[in-house]
């Protein structure tokens, strides 16, 4: 039976953890997230923001891609090519917030950034927010939204993009009842 991305995902950082001999409490303290949620994300139960894998992954001491690429025994390729219908969708646990990844360079190994296209379904009176190491690039493909950035909040529209240090709490809210579609990249340092 082929495992989800989710199951996966869990995998590596069961396995990664166990390898630098860090228990699920030591994780927990690092990242900041309760050992519950670390618990689920690791059985695969849970499908969690690249924010909080990006968090994950720093305290693991590995890049990003570590946990989402799925290159196997694959040689090492100089490009890859995902059409539309292979994106892999990261939705199982962001349902509740309204939003989804679809990962759109999953099969390339070891790289420096991960793009994504963030879609946000409905309208929140309050945007979800995220830190994490490195930087990020939003860019808005469809819709519009409004993007908090610290204590700053601006209005953005299709073709419209703001390139940040992640460090700095961030996030975002659909503020149409039409979706919003954005581009994402998440650069680690």
Request: glycine share 8%.
């Amino acid at each position: 039976m082929e495992r989800t991305i989710e199951q996966r995902i869990g995998w590596r950082i069961h396995k990664l953890r166990e390898g630098k001999r860090m228990t699920l409490a030591r994780l927990a303290e690092k990242t900041g997230l309760s050992k519950g949620l670390l618990s689920k994300i690791e059985n695969g139960r849970v499908s969690s923001p690249v924010s909080t894998l990006s968090l994950i992954a720093d305290s693991l001491k590995v890049k990003l891609s570590y946990l989402l690429d799925d290159d196997g025994d694959q040689p090492r390729a100089k490009y890859v090519l995902v059409r539309r219908w292979e994106r892999t969708r990261l939705d199982r646990g962001t349902e509740r917030f309204g939003f989804y990844y679809e990962m759109i360079a999953h099969q390339k190994p070891d790289k420096k950034m991960e793009p994504s296209v963030l879609n946000v379904e409905n309208r929140r009176k309050a945007p979800v927010m995220f830190t994490h190491p490195g930087e990020e690039l939003i860019f808005v493909l469809e819709g519009r939204m409004e993007f908090s950035y610290g204590a700053e909040k601006f209005q953005m529209e299709a073709g419209d993009s703001i390139y940040f240090e992640a460090s700095v709490p961030h996030g975002g809210r659909n503020l149409d009842d039409t979706p919003l579609r954005v581009l994402m990249v998440i650069c680690e340092q």
